[in-house]
């Protein structure tokens, strides 16, 4: 089993930037990817990066590529999404995700993740 909380969320200005992290306990050697989501009120939740945990190999969503960046550091258990000139549209649930198999890690589906933190709130006002 493995449990994932993530923090960092917050309500920020337009064009600010936000730093969240997710860290992960349990069987956290036997993860081998990690990626963020988002989710905002009556529309699916949408992909943003993921990262191989071994390798540190990422992969961005087109629309997501600029502005956000995930980073690990394997030593903490720890995923980072840096968000940078926030808009607010933005503004929605983010979610970590994990998974031990990782089939296909690179498509940002979500049914690829089997395990999900509970979320931390980002909002950008105008």
């Known amino acids: 089993q493995v449990q994932l909380v993530e923090s960092g969320g917050g309500s920020v200005e337009a064009g600010g930037s936000l730093r969240l992290s997710c860290t992960a306990s349990?069987?956290?050697?036997?993860?081998?990817?990690m990626a963020w989501f988002r989710q905002a009120p009556g529309k699916e939740r949408e992909g943003i990066a993921t990262i191989a945990t071994r390798g540190g190999a990422t992969y961005y969503a087109d629309s997501m590529k600029g502005r956000f960046t995930i980073s690990q550091d394997n030593a903490k258990n720890e995923v980072y999404l840096q968000m940078n000139s926030l808009k607010p549209e933005d503004a929605a649930m983010y979610y970590c995700?994990?998974?031990?198999?990782?089939?296909?890690?690179?498509?940002?589906?979500?049914?690829?993740?089997?395990?999900w933190g509970q979320g931390t709130q980002v909002t950008a006002s105008s």
């Open positions: 349990g069987n956290t050697g036997a993860i081998n990817c």
């Open positions: 995700a994990a998974d031990l198999t990782c089939p296909q890690w690179y498509t940002l589906r979500p049914v690829v993740y089997k395990y």
